[in-house]
C-alpha cells in the first residue's frame, strides 16, 4: 500500500502549522498497513488462525522542552490528531526541569525495505498450513505429551516526515517461528524442549527463510531425541562451575544484561517507574570494565536479515553499526536523538557524538523510545564448541531459557533452561535437567572466558521483548557465539 | 443495547450472517487512553490515544479463524468485510480434533457502574499538576520519575447465537510516582488506582513519602545473606505472587496440560496454608469488574482456594472445548482475584513487634516461574523494602531475591492483614484492558528463601 498524494500534503501541511504555533520539532508517521498473521498448531490442532490489520497516525510534538504525542486509527480525524499532539505538549512544558531537545539535523530522504523474496501473506493460507502441519508430523510421538509448532509473519509500511524536512519510507518485514515438544519427567514434572526460527544474519527475511530446513525445520528431530534424554535426566546438583551458553540461550543473557542495561533512556533515569534503572551511569562510558578482553559487543553489526535491522529508525536516523563494548571496556549506549543531547548536557562533556539510530516504536499509536536494535557478541578466537568444552574441565553447556528474572537495575540476574549437558574433564557426558543459573552483571562478564568463532554465531530472534509506558514490544536480533563464563553459581541451593 | 451507529451496523451485520448460518462473534473494544510519564522532575511523554477494534471469530464445523481490523466502525460494507477475511480464514483451516464451542451471550449486560466521566475526561494539565506538586512538596533535590495513565473502555459484543447484546463501560486509572536519591541510589515508590478521578490524592502521595524517608536518609542499606527469613510481602507483592501461582496452579489450561504447580492434585486437595481463601469476584469494587467474558458468559463469583482447599479451575472457552468441561466465565477479559483478608492489625509495624527480625517486601521486580511445575518462582525486591525488628525499621536492604515456591510461601503464613487494598494489574500492551485485584494490606510468612542480593539497592 502506498500513502496518497492528498495524505501527504495533509500531513505536511500539520506540520508546518504546529510549527507556526510554536513547536521545536515535530514529526508524523504514517503506518498504511501494519499487519500481523499468527498461525498455531497445538498437538496437530490449529488453535490460531488470526490475522490483526491496523493503520493509522502518530505525532510527536516537542514544545517548551516537553513531548507531546497523539495517535488515532481514524483517517478522518488527522487534524485533529495533531492538534491533540501540540496541545499534549504545551501541557507537559508546564512541568519542566530539564528541557528535552532534540538537536538540529539537515533534512533527507531514505527508503528501505526488508530483503525479502516471498512475501509471507501473498503465500495461500493452505500451504502456510500444510507447511506446519508437516513440522507437527514430525513432532508426534506417543510418549510426547503436548507438541507445538507455530508461526508469525508481520508486514508495515511506514511512512515518516518531520518538521525539518526529513521523508523515509519503509516496508519492514519479519517471520518468527518456534517449534516445542513437551513430556513427563520421571518426577512426574514437564520438561520441554524447544526451537526457533533463527538466521545466519545473511540472505533474506520472506516466507523462504522460514522454509530454508537448516533454519528451523531439521531442529525437529534433534530437539524430540534431547526430550527423550532429558526426561530420563538426573537434577543438576547446586555449586559453582564454568558454563558454556550456546547461543539459543546466550542471546537472552546479552538481551537481559547487557542490552536493556545499555539503553540510554534507561540509564538517564526514565524507565525507573516500570522497566528499571541500570547500573550503568554516564560516568561509566570509557571506565567501566563490562567484561574480559574477550568480550567485544556491537550494535547493529549491519547484519542483512535481522527483525533488529530496519534501516531508518522511527526519528528518520539511519541505523548505524558501532561498538557498545570494545575489548571489555564500555564505550557506547543505544540512543535517539534526545536522549544523548541530554546525556551530553548533563555530564558536561561529549560522552555521544551522534544518535545511536536505536528511537523506536511498536507501532503508530506509540511514541519512539531507545531499543535494542541487534546487540551482538563479535566472534572470538576460542573455535568451535567441540574445542571450548575440550577446555573445559568442570561446566555445564546450557541452551534455552525457562524463566529469566533480573534485578530493577540489571545488577543481577538469574536464569533457568530446558537442557543442560554436563562437561568434566574435556568430555561431554551426560545430560542434566532442570537447570539454573544465576550472578552478577559485572562479574559474570568479567569471568568470560572462551568465545567461539563465527562458526559457532547465529542470529536469535526477539519478537516480544516489552518496555516502555505505555507498554511496547519490540522485534530485534542478537548475533551470538557460543560463550563460556567460570566460576558461576549454578542449580539450587538445598 | 445498542449505545451507537456503530453498535447498530454491527447488529445488522451479525443477523445478516446469522441468517446466512455463520457462526460468528464479533467484539467492539473502543478506548480513550491517556497516559502521562515523568522523568528527571519533568513530564517526559504527555500521550493520548483514541483506537477502535473490532475482532471477530468465525467457527465452521471443527475449523476457525479469527480476525481483527482496527479503524473506526462507519459502515455495514466495513464490518462484512472483516467477516469475510474471518469466514475466508476458517473456510481453509484444517480441522480440530474436538468441537469447538460458539460464543453465546447468555444474558444481556448493559454496565457501567464503574465509569467516571470526570476520569475519562480528565485534563492532562491535572495530572501535571499534581507531580508538580509532590515533587515540591517533597523536594526538588529528589529524582521524580511515575506515570499516570488513565481513560476509558468500552466493549461491545455481539454472537450469530442469539441477538443478546453485552455492553461494558469503565473508567481506570494507574498512578504511581518513584523518588530516586540522586547519590545513593536508593527508590521509594507511591502508587493510587482506581476507577474514579477521587481515588486519587496527591496529599496521600506526599505523606507516603514523607514517612518513608527519614528511614532511608537516615541509615545505610543492609545486604541479607542467602537464607531463609521471615518475610512480610506488601500488597504489590502478594499481588504478582499470586496471580502468578493462579496462572500456573487454577487455570484450566495448564492445570490439564500438567505444566503446573497443581497437576498432581484434584479439586478438594489442600494445596497451600488453611488460612489462604482466594476467590475471583466480580463484584468487588477495589477490582476492574467485568459482568461477561469474551466468550459472552455471565462472570460470578467463582472460589478458587477455601481454608487452603482447591476448589475450582477457571476455563476458558478453547481449553473447555478440548477437554470438555463448563464456561467458567474466563474466556480473554479480566479476573477479579481477591485473598480474603485476615485478622491481623493493619499497621504492620505494630503486628510483627513480637516476631523478632522481618523482611518487608513490598513490590516484586520481574518475577517468573523458574520450575512451574514445582510451583518455583523468583522475583527481587524493589522499592521501600526495609528490614524491621522488633516492630522497629532498622533500615533499607540491598536488592535481594526471593526464590522459593508458592507451597512454601502460602503454607508458612503466619498473619494476614485484616484491611484489603487495591492492586492495579494492568499492563498497557495492546488495548486496554485494566485488571486489579484485592489484596491484605501484606501478609507474613516464615521460611522464606532469599537467595542472592546485590551490593546495592
Ligand atoms: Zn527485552
Not at chain 1, 243 to 267: A, K, M, S, W, Y
Request: net charge negative; proline share 3%.
Amino acid at each position: 500500500m502506498t500513502l496518497s498524494a492528498d495524505l501527504k500534503k495533509q500531513i505536511l501541511q500539520n506540520i508546518d502549522r504546529v510549527g507556526t504555533k510554536g513547536a521545536e520539532y515535530t514529526d508524523a508517521r504514517f503506518y498504511t498497513n501494519d499487519d500481523s498473521e499468527t498461525l498455531f498448531l497445538y498437538d496437530g490442532n490449529l488453535e490460531a488462525n488470526d490475522t490483526n490489520f491496523e493503520s493509522g497516525l502518530g505525532v510527536r510534538v516537542l514544545y517548551g522542552g516537553a513531548w507531546g504525542f497523539a495517535a488515532t486509527s481514524d483517517a478522518k480525524a488527522f487534524d485533529t490528531c495533531f492538534e491533540q499532539a501540540l496541545q499534549n505538549a504545551i501541557t507537559a512544558s508546564k512541568l519542566v526541569r530539564v528541557p528535552l531537545h532534540m538537536g538540529k539535523k539537515p533534512a533527507h530522504t531514505g527508503k528501505f525495505a526488508s530483503p525479502l523474496k516471498q512475501d509471507p501473506f501473498t503465500v495461500p493460507l493452505k500451504e502456510k498450513l500444510e507447511f506446519l502441519s508437516a513440522i507437527d508430523a514430525r513432532l508426534k510421538e506417543d510418549w510426547i505429551f503436548k507438541r507445538y509448532v507455530y508461526a508469525e509473519f508481520q508486514k508495515k509500511n511506514i511512512y515518516f516526515f518531520n518538521s525539518e524536512g526529513t521523508q523515509v519510507e519503509r516496508s519492514l518485514s519479519n517471520v518468527f517461528a518456534k517449534m516445542m515438544v513437551m513430556a513427563l519427567d520421571s518426577d512426574g514434572q514437564m520438561q520441554r524442549r524447544s526451537q526457533d526460527l533463527f538466521t545466519t544474519g545473511k540472505g533474506t527475511r520472506g516466507y523462504e527463510m522460514l522454509t530454508q530446513p537448516e533454519l528451523f525445520s531439521a531442529h525437529a528431530e534433534r530437539i524430540k531425541d534431547e526430550l527423550a534424554q532429558l526426561i530420563k535426566a538426573d537434577i543438576l546438583e547446586y555449586g559453582k562451575r564454568s558454563v558454556i551458553l550456546l547461543p539459543g540461550q546466550g542471546f537472552l543473557q546479552v538481551h537481559e544484561t547487557i542490552g536493556h542495561p545499555l539503553e540510554l533512556d534507561r540509564i538517564l533515569g526514565y524507565e525507573l517507574s516500570y522497566a528499571g534503572g541500570s547500573f550503568v551511569d554516564l560516568d561509566s562510558f570509557g571506565k567501566l570494565r563490562y567484561g574480559s578482553d574477550k568480550l567485544t559487543v556491537s550494535a547493529f553489526g549491519s547484519i542483512e536479515n535481522s527483525p533488529g535491522s530496519f534501516g531508518f529508525d522511527d526519528e528518520g536516523t539511519p541505523e548505524r553499526d558501532y561498538l557498545l563494548i570494545d575489548k571489555g571496556m564500555l564505550v557506547n549506549a543505544l540512543s535517539s536523538r534526545a536522549m544523548i543531547d541530554e546525556a551530553n548536557q548533563k555530564a558536561g562533556r561529549t560522552v555521544f557524538t551522534e544518535s545511536g539510530g536505536a528511537a523506536r516504536a511498536t507501532a503508530f499509536y506509540r511514541a519512539p523510545i531507545d531499543r535494542m536494535t541487534n546487540v551482538n557478541i563479535l566472534p572470538g578466537n576460542d573455535g568451535t564448541l567441540e574445542d571450548i568444552i575440550a577446555s573445559t574441565e568442570d561446566g555445564i553447556v546450557l541452551d534455552n531459557p525457562v524463566s529469566w528474572s533480573i534485578g530493577s537495575n540489571r545488577e543481577h540476574f538469574h536464569f533457568s533452561c530446558e537442557i543442560a549437558w554436563e562437561v568434566k574433564n574435556g568430555k561431554k557426558t551426560r545430560i542434566l535437567r532442570n537447570p539454573s543459573y544465576q550472578g552478577h552483571t559485572v562479574e559474570f562478564y568479567n569471568s568470560l572466558s572462551a568465545v567461539g568463532d563465527a562458526s559457532t554465531w547465529h542470529v536469535g530472534q526477539v519478537d516480544n521483548c516489552g518496555k516502555g509506558e505505555p507498554n511496547q514490544i519490540m522485534q530485534l536480533g542478537h548475533g551470538i557465539p557460543v560463550v563460556r563464563f567460570d566460576n558461576v553459581i549454578t542449580g539450587e541451593r538445598k | 443495547m445498542q449505545k451507537n451507529k456503530a453498535h447498530e451496523i454491527i447488529c445488522a451485520v451479525r443477523a445478516a450472517a446469522a441468517k446466512r448460518g455463520i457462526d460468528a462473534t464479533f467484539t467492539l473494544h473502543c478506548e480513550k487512553s491517556h497516559l502521562m510519564r515523568i522523568g528527571n522532575n519533568s513530564v517526559s511523554l504527555n500521550t493520548s490515544e483514541i483506537l477502535t477494534r473490532l475482532d471477530i471469530g468465525v467457527i465452521n464445523g471443527r475449523r476457525t479463524g479469527s480476525h481483527t481490523q482496527m479503524g473506526d466502525v462507519t459502515s455495514q460494507e466495513y464490518v462484512e468485510k472483516a467477516l469475510q477475511i474471518a469466514v475466508d480464514k476458517a473456510e481453509v483451516a484444517s480441522e480440530k480434533d474436538y468441537q469447538p464451542i460458539s460464543a453465546i451471550i447468555e444474558a444481556a449486560v448493559d454496565e457501567n457502574s464503574q465509569y467516571d466521566k470526570a476520569l475519562e475526561q480528565v485534563d492532562p494539565s491535572f495530572k501535571a499538576d499534581a507531580y508538580r506538586q509532590i515533587i515540591e512538596k517533597v523536594g526538588e533535590s529528589y529524582n521524580f520519575s511515575g506515570s499516570w495513565s488513565s481513560g476509558s473502555v468500552e466493549l461491545f459484543m455481539v454472537s450469530t447465537a442469539n441477538d443478546l447484546t453485552v455492553y461494558h463501560l469503565a473508567t481506570d486509572q494507574d498512578f504511581n510516582v518513584v523518588l530516586k536519591h540522586p547519590k545513593k541510589k536508593w527508590e521509594l515508590r507511591q502508587a493510587k488506582t482506581g476507577w474514579r478521578l477521587a481515588d486519587f490524592n496527591v496529599n496521600d502521595v506526599v505523606d507516603g513519602f514523607k514517612k518513608l524517608l527519614p528511614v532511608y536518609e537516615n541509615h545505610q542499606g543492609f545486604k541479607l545473606e542467602p537464607g531463609e527469613y521471615t518475610v512480610a510481602l506488601g500488597s504489590s507483592a502478594l499481588a504478582e505472587v499470586l496471580m502468578m501461582a493462579c496462572y500456573t496452579g487454577f487455570y484450566g489450561r495448564t492445570y490439564e496440560e500438567k505444566q503446573g504447580w497443581t497437576s498432581k492434585n484434584k479439586k478438594g486437595d489442600k494445596v497451600l496454608g488453611s488460612n489462604i481463601n482466594l476467590i475471583d469476584d466480580p463484584t468487588d469494587d477495589k477490582t476492574f469488574t467485568f459482568g461477561f467474558d469474551l466468550a459472552g458468559k455471565t462472570r460470578a463469583l467463582f472460589p478458587l482456594v477455601k481454608d487452603g482447599v482447591m476448589q475450582n479451575m477457571m476455563y476458558d472457552i478453547h481449553t473447555a472445548a478440548k477437554y470438555g468441561r463448563e464456561l467458567t466465565g474466563h474466556t480473554g477479559g479480566s479476573t477479579s482475584i481477591v485473598m480474603q483478608p485476615g485478622s491481623a492489625l493493619p499497621d504492620l509495624l505494630a503486628a510483627v513487634k513480637d516476631m523478632g527480625r522481618v523482611i518487608y517486601i513490598p513490590a516484586l521486580h520481574y518475577l517468573n516461574m523458574s520450575n512451574p511445575s514445582q510451583g518455583v518462582f523468583t522475583g527481587s525486591s524493589r522499592f521501600n523494602a526495609v528490614l524491621i525488628e522488633d516492630g522497629k525499621v532498622v533500615g533499607p536492604i540491598f536488592s535481594s531475591r526471593i526464590t522459593d515456591s508458592f507451597q512454601n510461601v502460602f503454607g508458612n503464613v503466619r498473619l494476614i492483614s485484616s484491611e484489603a487494598e487495591s492492586v492495579n494489574l494492568s499492563n498497557t500492551y495492546g488495548r486496554r484492558m485494566p485488571e486489579a485485584s484485592s489484596m491484605p494490606g501484606y501478609v507474613v510468612a516464615e521460611k522464606v528463601k532469599i537467595t542472592d542480593s546485590a551490593d546495592s539497592f
